[in-house]
């Protein structure tokens, strides 16, 4: 028997990705300092900044992935990764673009239609077109394939497409985006195949029979959205791919999706601010922030090494499980560990508490969104051939 | 897709080790593994084993070939020392191959090749838990005489030795030098000691990577089998959860000890950022066993606390190889001072690099 091991390998990063990351880097610093926006934790779903979102696109870091001819930059995973790292761990607000930039645009290039990918991958490219998602419902989390969200054929004015009817839950910045993939079936589930008979629809939500509601986290912030779809239309040239894909294609990008920097990086620049405090004494300096720093390093070498694995389309879903259900709890964990060591404040009162309170806050989303860790352990322990 | 033509190797480069040297290592320690008696209370020394080690170049598999080594890289070397740690293989190779011969290169004393073993006296000349002490035919020592640090290569026949085991059983002894024997000793470079010290760790951290790796094995093997409520146990959730903190840990373990070692080879050790790279790599591995010594025993139930079953041979030397070298706390005090000092825009840098550059 082979040694086991879930290890996604270790792979070292060329000079050509050090330079990307350091202009980044040069251009978040300038933008600190000019106050276009300070700095933050979770800003992957909490900060919203179309403006930012446009100037990363005019600076060549949007479509990283998509081939210059629909618009992007024609660039590889692997560079997007570290511009991603570099954006996250200064709390840069990235959550505009972060839906189409990190599925959408992915799952488009690899399944839209030619019309489809020349609609939307130029615009998702500079910024202009904001996606979310609706695959989670009210009765429908962990296990996706139960979504009630149904389709049916029509035809208005002589188009013929689909009448899509349910509620979607959890779409962060909703209320703000243009448009967002919505899982539906299309046939009846089958209990014998529960994956088969369901589709995705690219909605517009502008479009009549959409409605949009918040739903205010428990901190008081608007960042997620119920979708309601009261028989919205959706031509034939907005189903994604072929119908009955649904499935495939919600389950194709979960490497991608579970092993992205964001999976460990949440609170990084807390985990920062908490090493300046304890630099100026304003913390007392304590061993946890050298594990948890050691504990980040490694993390983020899992990341990239599962990145290099699927830019050269090796299978890591087990990898990948194993690094996000690592990288969400060592994120949540620096929350806590500074709760533990800071002195009560409010929010208002530094700049150490204002990011505080907010990582306690989003803290229970870490390791909840994108596979809870209790399904990923799932996924973990099926790699390791007990399931 | 564009990203497919791109040539990935200006991006990033995986790294391993010569996959047929990894093979034969890892067929010989099964084969070792798999030949063994049941276990006893004590580790004792396998002659027979070293002698096999010793034919093949992988007793001092990393040491220079101009002092008799082997020249292989500390890449092959992580492949030794982790097939040698799941098979619980009785043998100072870090000890002798790892520590002692690097420190006789260091001082510019010949080596010939009969086994060693490596102290760190105090001033009065006393080591304790010296692994294999009784069974070296010399003890290298690193010493600080007030002044300098030297290194002394001291035969079996000068030392006193006093028998002991520590937390694994393994032959920990008190050796006791005669101080004129270590002031004789050749000086070397001041940071021959903390460069010592970040090799002692880690080996142990890869030693500890490989007995958490095997112990996941027999975990995996017996919650397949054992069955309970007429199913295996691997079937129910809790313990599902339990194994897949097992591999999850381990996996942490070796991504940080894996990057140690790739960072210090490509650079044969002076990268600024190896310091950080071991300290990280201890500090991870060390955490790491906490849980996987946990759940791997509660995941193999009270069969596993018996001196007959093998686990043992994984769990207790993870927990003794973990304070040597620094202990887990010690990393873990390097590596917040190296992040304080980073401070709010140095910390990502370190991180990335294990410097504020």
Redesign the interface.
């Known amino acids: ?14 000079p ?2 050090t330079q990307l ?1 350091l202009e980044v880097r040069a251009f978040v ?1 300038d933008a600190i300092r000019d106050g276009l926006f300070v700095p933050h934790v979770d800003t992957w779903l909490t900060r919203w900044d179309r403006e930012f979102t446009r100037e990363l696109g005019r600076r060549g870091w949007l479509g990283m ?1 998509i ?2 001819e629909y618009g992007g930059q ?6 997007r990764f570290v511009v991603t790292e570099e954006l996250l ?2 709390g840069a607000p990235v959550a505009a673009h972060w839906v189409a930039e990190r599925q959408i645009g992915p799952s488009l ?1 690899r399944f839209g239609t030619e019309e489809q990918k020349q609609a939307f991958l130029p615009a998702i490219s500079r910024g202009d077109v904001i996606f979310g998602i609706g695959m989670s419902e009210p009765d429908s989390g962990s296990d996706l394939a139960s979504v009630r969200t149904k389709a049916e054929p029509d035809v208005v004015d002589g188009v013929s497409g689909w009448r899509v009817t349910g509620t979607k839950v959890w779409t962060s910045g909703g209320h703000e985006a243009d448009a967002f993939f919505a899982l539906a079936r299309t046939s009846p589930l089958d209990p014998a195949h529960r994956h088969d008979g369901l589709s995705q629809f690219i909605v517009d939500l502008h479009a009549p029979g959409v409605e949009i509601r918040p739903i205010i986290s428990m901190g008081g912030d608007h960042h997620f959205n119920e979708v309601h779809l009261d028989g919205v239309f959706i031509p034939d040239n907005r189903v994604l791919g072929q119908i009955g894909d649904g499935w495939m294609q919600v389950t194709s990008e979960l490497g991608f999706e579970r092993s992205g920097p964001e999976r460990a990086l949440s609170t ?1 620049h807390l ?3 908490t ?2 405090a ?2 100026t004494q304003t913390l007392p ?7 948890l ?10 990341s ?2 599962v990145s ?1 694995a699927l ?2 389309h090796q299978n890591a879903d087990t ?1 990948a499980a ?1 690094t996000k ?2 990288g969400t709890t060592t994120e949540g964990d620096i929350a806590d560990y500074v709760d533990l060591l800071a002195p009560p404040g409010r929010a208002a009162d530094d700049a150490l508490h204002t990011l505080l309170h907010a990582a306690i806050l989003q803290r229970p989303g870490f390791t909840l969104r994108g596979g809870t860790n ?1 399904i ?3 996924v ?2 099926r790699g ?4 | 897709m564009t990203t497919d033509t791109t040539d990935l190797s200006t991006l990033a480069v995986p790294v391993a080790a010569d996959p047929d040297l990894v093979g034969m290592m890892t067929d010989l320690f099964t084969a070792y593994r798999e030949a063994r008696t049941a276990p006893d209370q004590f580790v004792v020394f396998d002659e027979s084993l070293w002698g096999q080690l010793e034919e093949l170049g992988l007793t001092r598999l990393t040491a220079a070939t101009e002092s008799g080594g082997s020249g292989a890289s500390w890449l092959e070397g992580a492949a030794l020392l982790t097939a040698a740690a799941g098979a619980a293989a009785p043998v100072p190779l870090v000890e002798h191959g790892f520590l002692a011969a690097w420190l006789l290169e260091q001082a510019g004393l010949p080596n010939d090749g009969a086994l060693r073993t490596v102290a760190l006296p105090d001033a009065q000349g006393q080591a304790n838990s010296v692994l294999y002490g009784r069974h070296a035919a010399a003890v290298v020592a690193l010493w600080h005489d007030g002044a300098q640090w030297r290194v002394a290569d001291v035969p079996a026949a000068r030392v006193t030795i006093t028998e002991g085991h520590n937390l694994a059983g393994e032959p920990a002894d008190t050796v006791s030098f005669e101080v004129a024997d270590l002031g004789a000793g050749a000086v070397v470079r001041p940071e021959v000691r903390d460069e010592f010290q970040r090799r002692g760790a880690l080996a142990r951290s890869l030693q500890n990577v490989g007995s958490a790796e095997r112990a996941l094995e027999l975990v995996l093997t017996h919650v397949n089998e054992r069955a309970q409520f007429g199913r295996p146990i691997g079937k129910f959730q809790a313990v599902q959860h339990l194994v897949a903190d097992i591999a999850a840990e381990s996996a942490l373990a070796r991504a940080a000890t894996d990057t140690a070692v790739a960072r210090a080879v490509e650079s044969d050790w002076a990268d600024p950022g190896v310091p950080f790279a071991v300290a990280a790599a201890a500090s991870c591995t060390g955490h790491a066993a906490s849980v996987i010594v946990r759940n791997a025993h509660q995941a193999m139930g009270a069969i596993g606390t018996t001196l007959e079953h093998e686990l043992h041979l994984m769990t207790k030397p993870m927990l003794a190889r973990r304070g040597e070298f620094g202990t887990v706390h010690e990393w873990d005090e390097t590596l917040t001072a190296m992040a304080v000092a980073a401070g709010r825009e140095g910390l990502w840098p370190l991180v990335l690099t294990g410097t504020t550059a």
């Open positions: 028997m082979p040694p086991v091991s879930v290890s996604p390998g270790v792979a070292i990063e060329q050509a990705l990351r610093a992935v081939p210059t024609g660039r590889t995973f692997l560079e761990v200064v290039l990084f985990l920062a601010e090493a300046e304890m630099q300096t304590d061993t946890g922030v050298g594990r720093t050691a504990r980040i390093s490694a993390l983020h070498q899992m990239f090494a290099t830019q050269g990898a194993v259900v690592l209790e990923l352990r799932g973990i322990a390791l051939g007990m399931r």
